[in-house]
């Protein structure tokens, strides 16, 4: 490497901690238009404390340009970091590069994160990295988390279990069944708003979710009909 190129390479490293967005921008951008494995420690490291959205995903575009023998190791690293954004970011991140060798790293513990954007990441990247043959397995876990959070929270959970299929049937029903007491109530009207979901796809989360309240405020369980 010449004087000139580690110069460059220190002007565009300070430039992603610049004070101004529109800078961060436009060099995360121009080490994703011409990736240097110099650079993946530094775009890991600002994922994991960049405040806005946009540059956030810039930063994650750079990243699946490098070589994912570079990339991998490192967002492993981070996935398991004390810092939520850390996790979420790399998460997000191992879920668009898609190399299913990040699988083993989607824990229980990251799929029930108490974080709800490190969660819904975590069930993005399990959709798209779960093995063939998982997905039941998978789709057990995630239904631990049926009647969690806010609306945007539930929808995230209920567009990856639709993702997985068929095989999360039994996980719903087996959750509808089981919430049987009025703190179970939100349980239930998730899992009756994914299965709608599931076999309408185009019915839409807030009409699912209305229609599935009116079945447990009626007690009926969903199946009627069926």
């Avoid at 490098?66 to 398991?80: I, N, Y």
């Avoid at 509808?176 to 708003?193: E, K, N």
């Amino acid at each position: 490497m010449t004087g000139q190129d580690a110069d460059a390479i220190r002007v565009l490293q300070g430039s992603l901690e610049d004070g101004r967005s529109s800078v961060r921008l436009r060099a995360a951008l121009a080490v994703g238009t011409a990736p240097d494995p110099r650079f993946v420690g530094k775009l890991v490291e600002r994922c994991a404390v960049e405040p806005e959205f946009f540059v956030r995903d810039m930063l994650t575009w750079a990243l699946t340009r490098h070589p994912v023998s570079m990339t991998l190791p490192a967002l492993l690293r981070e996935v398991r970091s004390e810092r939520a954004q850390a996790r979420s970011q790399a998460l997000h991140t191992l879920s668009k590069i898609g190399d299913r060798r990040a699988w083993p790293a989607i824990t229980r513990a990251l799929l029930a994160d108490a974080d709800d954007e490190v969660a819904r990441s975590a069930w993005r990247a399990a959709v798209v990295l779960v093995p063939e043959g998982e997905e039941s397995g998978l789709a057990a876990v995630l239904a631990t988390q049926l009647g969690r959070g806010e609306r945007e929270t539930q929808l995230s959970l209920s567009r990856a279990l639709v993702a997985l299929g068929e095989v999360v049937l039994s996980a719903l029903r087996a959750a509808t069944r089981a919430a049987t007491t009025a703190p179970d109530r939100r349980v239930r009207t998730h899992a009756l708003a994914t299965e709608r979901l599931l076999r309408d796809p185009d019915a839409g989360f807030e009409f699912a979710i209305e229609e599935a309240k009116r079945v447990v405020a009626l007690g009926g369980s969903g199946q009627e009909g069926r």
